[in-house]
């Protein structure tokens, strides 16, 4: 499911994004849920980074969308911003924001359905990359490469990064599952450790960052076997 904001004054505008994203879902496959706001302010106004993909007009009464995309920025450095503009020389100020794309009006389908499916494969390629969590206040999105262990407490897992720890309610199970795939193991009942973050190993010790986390003897084999494949696919 790919969560997408329109953000858009004119009335036929918006209503042309919307059918043509529904076009697009039942020629693609595709999965999208739509939020619509009408100016950049509505959208800045309690923004939180829940979303995949914002399409933003740039000339708006309240808020231009250059102003929009920079206050949103602060909040979200992932999501996709696709400008949406009648005049080349207003989407240059897009690098600024790191913008995608944009789409010049009038618009029209076909070239419409190209810039979705750019769209699609980055979100497809990133997806592999980042864990997609629920949480109480919406939804969060953590880069795998920044996870060093998660550690499993009563009905929460602990998120454990360089300088942050995140607390979810999941599974283990869920999680591992999850991360499947990703060099990700689990060296006992309640850690999983991100191999990439293993530093070294004493006996039935692994030091992942600055902590100490002790591997149980069942897994202690398989545990070595999945991290020497891990380093020796490092090379490759």
């Known amino acids: 499911m790919i969560r997408i904001a329109i953000v858009e004054d004119d009335f036929n505008t918006r209503k042309t994004l919307q059918r043509y994203l529904q076009q697009y879902e039942k020629e693609n496959g595709s999965r999208f849920t739509i939020r619509v706001f009408e100016d950049g302010i509505d959208i800045v106004n309690d923004y939180r980074p829940v979303y995949n993909v914002i399409l933003m007009d740039i000339q708006m009464k309240k808020m231009d969308g ?5 206050q949103i920025r602060r909040a979200d450095s992932e999501v996709v911003l696709v400008f949406i503009t009648n005049m080349v020389q207003y989407a240059i100020g897009g690098y600024a924001v790191n913008a995608m794309d944009y789409l010049l009006k009038p618009l029209n ?13 980055y979100l497809a390629h990133k997806a592999k990359n980042y864990l997609v969590l629920s949480t109480g206040g919406g939804v969060l999105r953590i880069d795998t490469s920044e996870i060093y262990y998660i550690e499993s407490l009563g009905h929460y897992l602990h998120i454990h990064k360089k300088d942050e720890v995140v607390s979810v309610l999941e599974t283990m199970k869920n999680m591992e599952q999850e991360l499947c795939g990703r060099g990700f193991f689990r060296c006992n009942n309640g850690y999983l450790v991100n191999l990439a973050h293993v530093e070294k190993i004493d006996k039935y010790t692994a030091l992942v960052g600055n902590d100490e986390i002790q591997i149980s003897r069942p897994k202690k084999k398989a545990f070595m076997e999945a991290l020497t494949d891990y380093l020796g696919g490092m090379g490759k």
């Open 66 to 70: 250059m102003t929009a995309a920079t």
């Open 109 to 121: 389908y076909f070239t419409f359905a190209e810039h979705m499916k750019r769209v699609e494969l």
